[in-house]
C-alpha cells in the first residue's frame, strides 16, 4: 500500500509559489501591491484595496493564504488593521484591529499553517506578539518575551518553526527569538552577525531562512542557528521586504538606497542572493511581503 499523504503537505513542506509585495511610501502612504509569480518575475501595480499604510508586516497563514497587518499612516497613526490575501493574490478591504497598533514590527509563519506578529514600535519599542489562527483571525496581545525592538525581520525555518532577529532599540541589535510549532517565543539567543534594523527576511530550500540586506546576509540553518555575516549582493539597502516564491526560493525588493528603487533579488533554494532585477512597479520604502498559493 501507498501512504496516504495529505492534500496540503508538499505546499507546507516546500512553501508556496507566489508572492505578494504590498503597501509601503512613495512620496505619500499607498496601498497598492505586485504580485510574484512562481519564476520569481514581479507584476506591474495592481490598484491599492485597504487603507493606506506604511511598515506594516505580512506572513502566510492557512497553507496557501496571507495577511498583511498593523502599520503606520498619516492620517491615523498607529494601526492595527489587517488585510487577508487570498490564494489568488486577492487583497481584501481592512479589517478591524485586534492588538497593540503599532510599526516596524515582522511577521512570520509557524506551524505549517499559522502566523505570528511580533515586536514594533508603539514609542517605545514592544515585544508583543499577536498570533494567527489557520482561518486569519488575529489573536490579542500575547505578552512580550525578549528584548523589544523595532526594526527586526522574521521568516521561517525547519517547516514548521520561525525567528525573528535584529532591530533597535536605543542600539542596534543582532539578537533572535525562536518560534516554536505551537507559536511560543523563546527567550533572546545572543545575537550572531552585524547588528543592524530595517533588514528583511524568508525562507528558501524548504526549510531555511536568510535575513539580509541592511549591509549583510545571515543565512538560518534547518535548526534555527543564524550563522556569521556573508557580504551582501545587490544594492544596499533598507527599509525592504521579503517572501518566498517558488515553492523553494526567495525575493527581496523594494526599499532605499540613496532614493526610493522597486529593485529586487531573487533567491535561489540554495540561499545565493543574486545581483539586482531591474525594478517593477511604483518604487517605495516600508512595505510587506509574504508568500501565498
Known amino acids: 500500500m501507498f501512504p496516504i499523504i495529505p492534500a496540503n503537505s508538499a505546499a507546507a513542506a516546500s512553501g508556496n509559489t507566489e508572492g505578494i509585495f504590498g503597501f509601503g511610501k512613495t512620496s505619500n502612504d499607498v496601498s497598492i501591491t505586485n504580485l510574484v509569480s512562481n519564476a520569481g518575475v514581479v507584476a506591474t501595480d495592481t490598484a491599492g484595496v485597504g487603507s493606506v499604510k506604511r511598515y506594516p508586516s505580512a506572513c502566510e497563514f492557512g497553507g496557501d493564504k496571507a495577511i498583511f497587518g498593523y502599520g503606520y499612516s498619516n492620517a ?50 514592544t515585544a508583543i506578539t499577536n498570533l494567527v489562527s489557520n482561518a486569519g483571525v488575529v489573536a490579542t496581545d500575547t505578552a512580550g518575551v525578549g528584548t523589544a525592538r523595532y526594526g527586526p525581520s522574521a521568516c521561517e525555518y525547519g517547516g514548521d518553526k520561525g ?86 526560493k526567495g525575493i527581496f525588493g523594494f526599499g532605499f538606497a540613496a532614493a526610493n528603487t522597486a529593485i529586487t533579488n531573487l533567491v535561489s533554494n540554495a540561499g545565493v542572493v543574486a545581483t539586482d532585477t531591474a525594478g517593477v512597479g511604483t518604487a517605495r520604502i516600508g512595505p510587506g511581503a509574504c508568500s501565498f498559493n
Not at 103 to 121: P, Q, R, V
Not at 179 to 206: E, K
Open 163 to 248: 525567528i525573528f532577529g535584529f532591530g533597535y532599540n536605543g542600539g542596534l541589535s543582532a539578537v533572535t527569538n525562536l518560534v516554536s510549532n505551537a507559536g511560543v517565543v523563546a527567550t533572546d539567543t545572543a545575537g550572531v552577525g552585524t547588528a543592524r534594523s530595517n533588514l528583511a527576511a524568508c525562507g528558501y530550500g524548504g526549510d531555511k531562512g536568510i535575513f539580509a540586506f541592511a549591509g549583510y546576509t545571515n543565512l538560518v540553518s534547518n535548526a534555527g542557528v543564524v550563522a556569521s555575516d556573508v557580504a551582501q549582493v545587490g544594492t544596499a539597502r533598507s527599509y525592504l521586504a521579503a517572501c518566498e516564491y517558488g515553492g523553494d
Open 76 to 125: 491615523v497613526g498607529y494601526l492595527a488593521t489587517t488585510n487577508l490575501v487570498s490564494n489568488a493574490g486577492v487583497v481584501s478591504t481592512d479589517v478591524a484591529g485586534v492588538g497593540t497598533a503599532r510599526n516596524y514590527l515582522a511577521a512570520c509563519s509557524y506551524g505549517e499553517d499559522k502566523g505570528i506578529f511580533g515586536f514594533g514600535n508603539v514609542h517605545p519599542a
